[in-house]
Every structure is written in C-alpha cells, then in structure tokens.
C-alpha cells in the first residue's frame, strides 16, 4: 500500500551562487491539503517546479508514487506529469482556444478521442459552473472565471495530485474565498490531494489541513495547521506570518500583545465560528462549565464567505486544558494571537 | 486606354500575383519551420542548443543581408538549374523565394518569441511534448503576428518582383520598364503604379482584417 503519495528526500537546487532549495524533506499522505507559505524568493516555485520535472534538483530524490522522478527520462516525465494537475497565479490559459477548449488540452495532449473530451470538458465546466461560458475566449472572463477554468483544466486528466502556485494570489479576498471554497469542496468530494502555495497566512488557516513554512530555501516549519494556529508554532518565521495576519487588530491591542505566555498573562485568541457554533452558546459554556471569562476584544462576521461565519477576538481570564480542547471543538481554526497582561 | 493596354495590364497583374503568390507560399513553407528551430535552440527554448541557434541565426542574416539585385545576378546559375531558364515568370520565383525565406523566418520569429513562456510551461507541465507545445501553444497563439508578418512579406515581394522586371521576369514591373522607361509610354508607367498600389493596399486590408479576426 502507499502510504505517501509523495515523499521529498534531502532535495537541494542551485542557481549560480543562489541557494533555491536547501535539504528540503517532507511527505504527503493521500487526501491532504498541504499548504507551503513563505516569503518572496523563498524557494517554494522552485520546489514546486521540481514536483513535476520542469525542474531537476540537484541532489536528493522527489518519489510520486513511489517512483523517483527526478532520475526518469523525460519520455517518462511526460506520464508523469499527466498524473499532476497545476494551478497557476496568472492562469496561462490559451487566448488562441475557448473556455472549453482549454480544459480539454490535457485530455488532447493525454490522447484522449474528442466525443470524450466534450463530455469531460462539460462535466468539469459544471463542476467550476461556468457551463454558461463554455464557448467563450479566457480573454473575456473575469479573473476569479479565469481561476475557475485554470482548476477545471487541471482537473480534466484526472490527476493524483493538485498543485496550486499563489492560485489566489491576483484575485480579491472575496473571490479568493470562493476559489478556496472550491478547492475544498473538490477536495473532499473526489479525495484529491492538493499542495497549495501561497504568502498569505488566511488561505493557509482556511483550507489547508497541514502547514510547510519555507525561508531561504529551507523547510523550517512541517506542522498541522490546527497545532501552528493554537500557538505551536517554533519558527520565528511562522510567526512573523501569524504576527501579520493580526495586523487587522487595534493599535492598542497589538502594542500589548506578546508572543509568548508569562506569569499573569492572559491569552488572547482568534474564534471562529461556523454555521453550527453559531447556535451554542459557546461563551456561557466557557464561563458555567469551565470557570473562565472572555472579554469580546473585536467581533464581526468573517468577510466575503459562502457560509455564515461569526469571527471574534477575545481575552481569557486564565489558561486552562480543558477550556481550550472546548474552544477547539467549536472553532477548529482557533488561534492564539498571544498573551497580554490579564489586568489591561 | 485601348483594348491592347488593358490586356497588357491585366496579363502583368496575373504574373505579379502568382510570383508573389507562389515565393510568398515558398517562404512560408521554408521560414516558418526555420523560425520554429531558431526560438526552439535559442537558450531557455524547448530544445535549447544554442551555438546551433547562432550558427542559424547567422546564415539567415547573411542570406538577408544581400541586396535583392545582387541576388538576382548571383542566383542565375541557380535558377537555369532549377527553372531550366533564367528568363520569364517562374524563373523569377526561384530569386524571389530565396529572399523571402529568411526574410519572413525574422518576422516570424518575433512573432512566436512573443508567445507567452508560461503558456509554454504550463503544456510542459500538462505533459506536452515538444511537438505539443509547438502545435498548441507556439503556432496557435503567434498566429495573428504571422499573418501580420506574411502580409508585410507579400508587400515586399510585390516590390520585389518588379526589380525582377530588369532580368525579364515578366509582369508588372517588366510591363513598366519595357514601355515606360524604354519607350517613354506614361500612360502605361503610371496606370502600372496605380495597380501596384490598389494590389498593395488590397493585402494590407485583407492582411489586417484576418489578424484582427484572430486576435
Ligand atoms: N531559473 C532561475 N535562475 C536563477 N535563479 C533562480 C531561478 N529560479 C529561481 N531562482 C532563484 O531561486 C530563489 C527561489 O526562487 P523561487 O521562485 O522558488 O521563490 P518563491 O518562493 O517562489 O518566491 P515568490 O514568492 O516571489 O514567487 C530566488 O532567489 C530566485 O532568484
Ligand atoms: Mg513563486
């Protein structure tokens, strides 16, 4: 049985003096959503690139499958790669075909006879529903169509594995949140694993269940997301990008807020709460059944979702096991922000 | 203007066309392919070897670099053994098509070097061939600039032939020399100009129109 669809051993690539990737090791399990987050000239295109053999590394080995890719002639690369589906930033749909046709050319490069790649091409408009703009030019949709016909394209050869290069990077957060929407929706449905890049922490906490962070080439964080959210997080990389998420915090707050727990401290954390936790008093729990008070710092809905989704900042009067597994339970994205001195 | 002229004219614009038509059809077949090698060797291309892209790129511009004239001179030996004969219209395709070949390979190749390289990349990365790449991504999408580009080739070829006037090629630009500049019939010279302009603004329209379809 394979247990990683995807295993990275020691992978190094240079270019020139440029150090691009640096011992990068890493797995993936099938089903995954892994998201890699790092700062510009990280490294993460590059490993990309070498996931799929547009890049070889220069030492190290990339088994999909269980067969390493980087030794393989490019006669083999080429079936390799039609088992990978990519997304990309700027999309790189051919203006010279339709919408449909577009996400028919995998299936066309794969071999595939033209009646089924009609009916693939349909059922894949469907499934990104933009079956209304099938016969038309990518030049006339908008960016967030264009990202949806990019995902329906990857999609159409049926792959193993789904990358996505800052696949929301050019969009606004609105139709980044349907674009995300989508991912996870297709995730679930069809199990497909994806590997999603990005610099934006709010993608990593909406859709990816585990979190790589990259700098100067190096992995310097392999988490779960849940664990980096709560305050695991040991880089401090990971959490210059959990630091700037808070940014949208008040001035006042933020000047007080600490990264790490002291005595009297009190934690400051970041719920989350979905359609169903909208409907417990999560709150009154908190104070009756575990002794702690919050204090409402900042409250609103979560901007732009599909869903509704009530998002709130608050203060604990302590720090307690069993009130945080609660808090967990019903916000399953809950981070912790930091600690503030518990009287301010 | 008698019967006779208009025969004349009309039998001059018919040999234009098909020399400019054919070694129009030639430099298509013979640069196209030759642009495809240039951007496919050049370095970052699909099949990079690049001192043979510089070998390359340095023949075309030789062949490029001699004047249309001294070509026709030089190429009469080559014509006899191609065309059998060195006069008349189908002789003159042989000059001609030698000129537009590296001629429309340039052209073409900025057209298909504008092609996007992620376009390129995401076919690689679909697990194109380079074969794929070029039939899907390369030609498709540099298509309304090779059209532009051959448009400009078949313009220049219509001046062109009628320099080949001066070895009797025949057609337009013979008809002009023979009875305008020998036997001072300015009727003819100027009606033969008005042709060659209405022939040239035809294909520029016609050019034009297409790429903007495609586009
Ligand atoms: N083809 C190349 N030639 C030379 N240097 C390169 C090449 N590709 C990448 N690099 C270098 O490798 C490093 C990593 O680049 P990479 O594109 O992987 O970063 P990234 O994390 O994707 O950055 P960004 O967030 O800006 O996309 C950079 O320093 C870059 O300059
Ligand atoms: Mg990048």
Known sequence: ?344 | MSRLILDLILHATVETMEMVLASGLIAVIGGLPLAILLIATAPGGILPLPAFSRALGLVIDAARAVPFMILLVLLIPVTRLVAGTALGTGAAIVPLSIAAVPYFARIAEVSLREVDRNLVDAVRAMGGTRWMVIRFVLLPEALPGLISGLTVTLVTLVGASAMAGVIGAGGLGDLAIRYGYQRFNTTIMLSVVAVLIALVTLMQAVGNGLARRLR
């Open chain 1, 1 to 344: 049985m394979v247990t990683s669809l995807l295993r990275v051993e020691h992978a190094c690539r240079r270019f020139g003096g440029q150090t691009a990737l640096d011992d990068v090791s890493f797995q993936v399990r099938p089903g995954e959503i892994l998201g890699i987050i790092g700062r510009s000239g990280a490294g993460k295109t590059t490993l990309l690139r070498c996931l799929n053999g547009l890049e070889r590394p220069d030492s190290g080995r990339i088994l999909i499958e269980d067969r390493d890719i980087t030794t393989l002639p490019e006669r083999e690369l080429v079936q390799v790669r039609r088992r990978i589906g990519l997304v990309f930033q700027h999309f790189n749909l051919l203006n010279s075909r339709t919408v449909a046709g577009n996400i028919e050319l995998p299936l066309q490069i794969a071999g595939v006879p033209r009646d089924k790649r009609r009916a693939r091409a349909d059922e894949l408009l469907e499934l990104v529903g933009l079956t209304s703009h099938a016969g038309k030019r990518p030049g006339q949709l908008s960016g967030g169509q264009k990202q949806r016909v990019g995902i329906a394209r990857a999609l159409a050869a049926d792959p193993a594995l789904l990358l996505c290069d800052e696949a929301t990077s050019a969009l606004d957060p609105e139709t980044t949140l349907s674009i995300l929407d989508l991912l996870r929706d297709i995730n679930r449905r069809l199990g497909l694993t994806i590997i999603l890049i990005t610099h934006e922490m709010d993608v990593i906490r909406r859709i990816a269940q585990r979190i790589l962070v990259m700098d100067h080439g190096r992995v310097v964080e392999d988490a779960e997301t849940a664990q980096v959210l709560r305050g695991g997080a040991r880089h401090n990389v990971t959490r210059a990008f959990l630091h700037g998420e808070s940014a949208r915090l008040p001035d006042a707050l933020l000047a007080r807020l600490r990264p790490d727990p002291f005595a009297g401290g009190a934690p400051v954390v970041r719920l989350t709460l979905d359609a169903e936790a909208t409907g417990t008093p999560v709150l009154s729990i908190l104070a009756r059944r575990h002794g702690i008070d919050a204090t409402i710092l900042q409250a609103g809905m979560a901007e732009g979702s599909a869903h509704m989704r009530a998002e709130c900042v608050v203060r604990l009067s302590g720090h307690d096991d069993g009130a945080m597994g609660f808090l967990l339970q019903a916000s399953p994205s809950m981070e912790v922000l930091g600690y503030v001195p518990a009287d301010s």
